[in-house]
């Protein structure tokens, strides 16, 4: 059985300041996404990673993949008060199985 | 066109009501989900239709009902919910039926069981 384990879950931050939020995950997986949430919102999808080494970055955030791992991260840089929002990675497998959540990282960043 | 629509967006529903809960997508994409979120969780996934026929029933009680009239429609029937049924209700579509594929949500549903 695929479990995803994200931490930490809570993440308080002043602005300015770097962060990396971790997702680990149990079985050889193909495909793993980042999705971020607004409170009261739909889940917006922000990356996906399809191979080991995979490095994606859009704006103040990067996420990368090691399957070998089984890590992907998302760091964080420079943060703002707009990043403040629900992080959640996912994990699939091509074949008809369905994505697994992590439990999700709620950020805020602070002034 | 990257845009899943759900309607209603709210809902508010008595124990005895039945409603109905639509999702539209026109992305050509060929699967569709079901999810339920409630707060503070991450999303369950509730159904999968594959190409218009149901492949996956995550043990979903049989007082939620989902139906794909065709590619672009996914509907989920609601009858007899209880109150801990309230929560948003996403919906998702994706191009590759065979999983793994990136998925779009929409906005939700929300709901309340009275």
């Known amino acids: 059985e695929l479990k995803v384990e994200q931490n930490p879950l809570f993440l308080s931050m002043q602005e300015g300041k770097n962060y990396t939020i971790y997702c680990n995950y149990s079985?050889?997986?193909?495909?793993l996404y980042w999705y971020r949430q607004d409170p009261g919102k739909s889940l917006e999808s922000l990356f996906v990673?399809?191979?080991?080494?995979a490095v994606k970055q859009e704006g103040r955030l990067m996420a990368s993949l090691d399957t070998k791992a089984r890590l992907s991260t998302l760091h964080i840089t420079a943060a703002v008060h707009d990043l403040s929002a629900t992080y959640f990675c996912?994990?699939?497998?091509?074949?008809?199985?369905?994505?697994?959540f992590g439990k999700g990282t709620r950020l805020s960043v602070i002034a | 066109d990257t845009e899943v629509t759900q309607t209603p967006k709210h809902l508010v529903m008595g124990m005895t009501n039945k409603k109905s809960l639509k999702c539209e997508q026109h992305?050509?994409?060929?699967?569709m989900y079901w999810y339920k979120q409630k707060a503070k969780k991450p999303p369950e996934l509730m159904f999968v239709?594959?190409?218009?026929?149901?492949?996956i029933n995550e043990s979903v009680p049989s007082r939620f009902s989902p139906e794909c009239p065709n590619s672009s429609l996914l509907n989920l029937h609601l009858h007899a919910l209880q109150p801990e049924d309230s929560a948003l209700y996403l919906c998702?579509?994706?191009?590759?039926?065979?999983?793994?594929?990136?998925?779009?949500f929409g906005p939700g549903t929300r709901l309340t069981v009275l």
């Open positions: 079985t050889t997986s193909d495909r």
């Open positions: 990673l399809l191979s080991n080494g």
């Open positions: 992305m050509g994409h060929r699967a």
């Open positions: 996912a994990v699939g497998k091509t074949g008809n199985t369905p994505l697994v």
């Open positions: 239709y594959s190409y218009e026929k149901l492949s």
């Open positions: 998702a579509s994706s191009q590759d039926p065979s999983g793994g594929d990136t998925q779009y």
